[in-house]
């Protein structure tokens, strides 16, 4: 149990290939552009507030350019049914020196590694969907050790997991701990983010509500351990990007600072995360309301010893 509560923040750091199936990357090329210029920002805000974090990495960013992702497929690639979520069929299709900077990233890489507080994690090599047919335990572990064998490039070893898609998969677990991971992030203890993989209409509408009113029931107080020596880390809250709509955005900030202050009064967890190209829409407006968010954290460390971890931090700190 963590003696005074904490807030964790874990984040999807994925550039286009989070999205490559849903959208035309010629049309996103300002948005993810957006998103390489205010990740330093992130980082300065997360270090003026002492706040730390895991950046979930999508492995396939650590890679220099094409020819080095030409040369790093993993042994074994899965086999989906639905051909278009392949990363490994998209990357050739788009290979060229105008998409690099939307598929690669070591110099950001290098950057969160050098922020005090920052955590490498995984979101695995390809953005891997473990819940969509055709895919097996077999690839998903070759798909795991190539993120670590990457990561070693860094000297860093990847601690922590994030399920893509949220895609949360309790009979992958073994092979998570197989190849070096100690946490997972869990979707919140809610039917409506259960099956992420067929969300229906419901769901979204639910989960979209949620951010604006409903119960403050988001912080708990231990992490399980799923399987031995392999912690479960469930999330609390996604932080929607920035709207326009000004009364529906300060609600959202504000029921964000309610619950971080209801944690840190109860001395629980409060797990935060997104995407960080979901501030590549409006990226001021979404970095002034981040700041209020981690100036409120501020606060409620200052008045209740509230803690801040990233995931795998949060889980040494817990034995």
């Given at each position: 149990?963590?003696?005074?509560?904490?807030?964790?923040?874990?984040?999807?750091?994925?550039?286009?290939?989070?999205?490559?199936?849903?959208?035309?990357?010629?049309?996103?090329?300002?948005?993810?552009?957006?998103?390489?210029?205010?990740?330093?920002?992130?980082?300065?805000?997360?270090?003026?507030?002492?706040?730390?974090?895991?950046?979930?990495?999508?492995?396939?960013?650590?890679?220099?350019?094409?020819?080095?992702?030409?040369?790093?497929?993993?042994?074994m690639?899965?086999?989906?049914?639905?051909?278009?979520?392949?990363?490994?069929?998209?990357?050739?299709?788009?290979?060229?020196?105008?998409?690099?900077?939307?598929c690669?990233?070591?110099?950001?890489?290098?950057?969160?590694?050098?922020?005090?507080?920052?955590?490498?994690?995984?979101?695995?090599?390809?953005?891997?969907?473990?819940?969509?047919?055709?895919q097996?335990?077999?690839?998903f572990?070759?798909?795991?050790?190539?993120?670590?064998?990457?990561?070693?490039?860094?000297?860093?070893?990847?601690?922590?997991?994030?399920?893509?898609?949220?895609?949360?998969?309790?009979?992958?677990?073994?092979?998570?701990?197989?190849?070096?991971?100690q946490?997972?992030?869990?979707?919140?203890?809610v039917?409506?983010?259960?099956?992420?993989?067929?969300?229906?209409?419901?769901?979204?509408?639910?989960?979209?509500?949620?951010?604006?009113?409903?119960?403050?029931?988001?912080?708990?107080?231990?992490?399980?351990?799923?399987?031995?020596?392999l912690?479960?880390?469930?999330?609390?809250?996604?932080?929607?990007?920035?709207?326009?709509?000004?009364?529906?955005?300060?609600?959202?900030?504000?029921?964000?600072?309610?619950?971080?202050?209801?944690?840190?009064?109860?001395?629980?967890?409060?797990?935060?995360?997104?995407?960080?190209?979901?501030?590549?829409?409006?990226?001021?407006?979404?970095l002034?309301?981040?700041?209020?968010?981690?100036?409120?954290?501020?606060s409620?460390?200052?008045?209740?010893?509230?803690?801040?971890?990233?995931?795998?931090?949060?889980?040494?700190?817990?034995?």
């Amino acid at each position: 149990m963590i003696k005074n509560g904490a807030l964790v923040i874990s984040l999807d750091f994925e550039l286009l290939w989070g999205v490559f199936d849903k959208v035309e990357w010629r049309e996103k090329r300002e948005y993810f552009r957006n998103t390489r210029k205010l990740i330093p920002e992130i980082l300065q805000l997360f270090e003026k507030y002492e706040v730390s974090c895991t950046w979930a990495t999508v492995g396939m960013l650590f890679n220099e350019n094409w020819d080095e992702w030409n040369q790093n497929f993993p042994e074994m690639l899965p086999e989906y049914e639905n051909k278009n979520l392949s990363a490994y069929s998209y990357g050739k299709l788009i290979q060229s020196k105008e998409t690099e900077e939307l598929c690669f990233a070591p110099n950001l890489i290098r950057r969160i590694i050098e922020t005090p507080g920052q955590e490498v994690g995984s979101h695995t090599y390809s953005h891997y969907y473990c819940l969509e047919p055709g895919q097996s335990l077999e690839s998903f572990k070759a798909d795991l050790l190539k993120s670590q064998e990457l990561a070693k490039k860094f000297a860093i070893r990847l601690k922590s997991l994030v399920f893509p898609r949220n895609q949360y998969n309790k009979d992958y677990l073994q092979v998570c701990k197989e190849t070096g991971l100690q946490n997972v992030r869990t979707n919140p203890d809610v039917w409506y983010w259960r099956n992420t993989q067929k969300d229906s209409l419901q769901q979204k509408i639910f989960r979209t509500g949620d951010a604006y009113f409903g119960l403050k029931n988001k912080s708990y107080k231990n992490i399980p351990e799923l399987i031995p020596k392999l912690h479960g880390q469930k999330a609390s809250r996604l932080l929607r990007p920035h709207s326009g709509r000004n009364f529906l955005d300060k609600k959202r900030v504000q029921r964000i600072q309610s619950e971080i202050n209801q944690a840190a009064k109860n001395k629980e967890i409060y797990h935060l995360w997104w995407h960080p190209h979901n501030f590549g829409g409006n990226p001021e407006k979404n970095l002034e309301e981040l700041d209020f968010i981690l100036k409120h954290f501020k606060s409620c460390q200052n008045k209740f010893e509230f803690g801040s971890f990233n995931m795998a931090g949060i889980t040494s700190h817990q034995r």
